[in-house]
């Protein structure tokens, strides 16, 4: 193995580490040298990641989004039914988000740059449901409605459920939420 593969797998793990103890535990009250003392490694070996511990926050945050989704969509190709695609979207990113603790989605509406990744994301979720949606529309199986529209919906729905929002005004945890989220959307929806 070549020195730059290695290094290229130690950061990856090194990635992948922090964002588990970034989802565990947050991250506002972690300094460099707690991070490092976690993960086992030095903060020399953290600062040729990052110049400071936000840009790790920010970057751990992307490279969970970006493993998240790739975990989303490859768990959707797997169905073909255009009903049965919206709803494992909706419930994959449910278990994709599912890790994130209190203390992590805190810090992540607090740190702007990290809210604006999650937004970003929401935003991208919106538009893949609408695009499922349109898939499901075309095939015949839902109901000619604005994509957009539902697609708005349901991320409003899911921001507001990772939020814990829908959890305080209703008592149903993530997982319930999102199964209703994908009960009523895809029942709404349906041609028949």
Request: with cysteine; glycine share 4%.
């Amino acid at each position: 193995m070549t020195s730059s593969a290695f290094a290229t797998r130690r950061r990856a793990a090194l990635f992948d580490a922090m964002v588990t103890l970034f989802l565990r535990d947050g991250f506002a009250h972690l300094a460099i040298s707690d991070i490092a003392a976690q993960l086992r490694c030095s903060k020399s070996t953290l600062y040729t990641l990052a110049d400071s511990k936000e840009q790790l926050a920010t970057m751990a945050v992307t490279h969970f989004f970006r493993e998240a989704t790739t975990e989303v969509e490859q768990r959707v190709a797997a169905v073909d039914n255009p009903r049965e695609r919206v709803i494992t979207y909706l419930l994959a990113v449910k278990d994709a988000l599912a890790p994130a603790s209190a203390a992590f989605m805190r810090d992540l509406d607090a740190f702007a740059p990290t809210r604006a990744l999650y937004e970003m994301n929401t935003e991208a979720a919106a538009r893949r449901v609408g695009e499922l949606i349109a898939d499901g529309a075309a095939a015949g199986v839902f109901r000619d409605v604005d994509p957009v529209f539902a697609a708005d919906l349901a991320a409003s729905m899911m921001t507001r459920i990772q939020r814990g929002e829908v959890a305080t005004a209703t008592g149903l945890d993530h997982a319930a939420a999102y199964r209703q989220l994908a009960s009523i959307l895809t029942a709404g929806i349906d041609a028949d």
